[in-house]
C-alpha cells in the first residue's frame, strides 16, 4: 500500500508577468499527479496552499478539477487540508470545499480522525501561531486515538516546525500528537525529512512543487513524496520534479563577459530556457557594461536578473546579497523592529501577503481579528 504527499502547489501562481511560469506550475502538478497514477497509489494526500490566492483564476480552478477527475478515474480517492493560500479572511466558502461537495476529493481540515482502508487519516488547516495553545488539547485527544489504533496512522498539517525553520514555525515537535506513523507537512518550501525520537513515525515536508515568489532565485530541486505503508513503518520515496532550471551566479565585475560566455554555455546544455540571476561584484562597476553583457542572455533564458553586490570598507562585507530566504530576513528584520516574534508572525505572514495582492478589506479584518484577540 502507498500513497502520495504532495505540498504546497500554488495553482494560478505567475511570476514575473510571464505566463510560461504559471504553465510552469501547472505542468509540475500535473506530473505529480501522473507519476501517481502510473505508480497506482492508493490515496493521495495534498497538505495545503492548493491554490496561491484564496479567489483562484478559473484556469487554476480547472487544473485542479482535471486532476481530481483523472485520479477518479484510476480509483485513487484524495484528501487535502487548507493552507493560508486557501483561506480568505473575509467570511466565505475556501473553494477546494467545492471538490468536497462534488466528492471529488474528501476535505479533512477539521481535525476529525477516521479510518480509510485500515489507516487513521486527521488532518488540520492551517493555524495561526497566536490560536495554536487551544489546539493543544485537541492535540492531546487526538493522540489517545491514534495510539489504540492498530495500523497506520498519518496526521496532515499545513504548519511550519520550529526545529526546521524557527523563523516560519507556529510549533514544535513536541506539541504534536505523539503516536503518528507519518506527518505529512506543508507550508515549508524545502523539502525536509526527519525521525525524532519523541515522535512514532517521520515529520515529512516534500517542499513546494515549483520555485514561488518568496524563494527567490537559486539552484535547487522540487518534488513530491510517494510513501509506502505495506510494512509497519511508513517509507517515503522523494520523486523530483522536471522544473524549470534557475541559476544564481556570483561573479566578479572585471570577467563579467568570460562569466556570461560560461553561463550560456551551461544553458545550452538545459532541455527548458533558465531563469537567471547574476550577483556582480567589483571595486569599479559600470552598469553600461553589465548591460550590454547581460543582454545576450536574452535568446536563451526565460527571465534574467543581475544586481551588484557591494562591499564595506575592509572587511569584505557584503550589503547587497540576497539572504537565503527572502521571508526569513523579512521576519527578522521585523521581529527586530517590532520587538516580538508574534508581532512579526502577524505582520509578515498574514497583514504583508494580503496588502501585496491589494486585498484591503480582508486586510483590515486581519486586523480586526488581531485586536480582539489581543483584548481577550
Known sequence: MSFSHISDTHLGLTQYGLQEREDDVYSAFNESVDVSIKDH?????????????????????LQMANA???????NIDS?????EHDISRIRSAPIPYVYHNLEFSRYVGQGTPFVYKDVLI???????RGEMPQFLDRFSELDKVALHHPGHKILIMHQGIVEVNQFAGELASTDLPKNFTYYAMGHLHDKFLKQFSHLLGPIAYPGSIEMTTSEGIKETQKGFYIVD???SEAKPNWIKLNTRPQLSEKVEFEKLSESVS???EK???????????LKIHGKEIESEIIQTQIARLAPHALHYTWKILQEEGSNGT????????IDDELFRLASNYLGSNEKATFAIHELLPLLSANKVKEAEQAILEEFERFKK
Open 267 to 277: 544553458i545550452s546544455t538545459l532541455a527548458k530556457k533558465p531563469i537567471v540571476e
Open 122 to 128: 486527521a488532518g488540520f488547516d492551517k493555524i495561526r
Open 41 to 61: 497509489v492508493d490515496f493521495v494526500i495534498f497538505a495545503g496552499d492548493i491554490f496561491h490566492v484564496p479567489n483562484p483564476t478559473g484556469t487554476a480552478i
Open 229 to 231: 505503508i505495506s510494512t
Open 79 to 83: 484528501f487535502f487540508v487548507l493552507g
Open 68 to 74: 481530481l477527475k483523472r485520479l477518479k478515474q484510476n
Open 262 to 264: 560560461k553561463i550560456l
Open 318 to 325: 557584503i550589503l547587497l546579497e540576497r539572504p537565503s530566504s
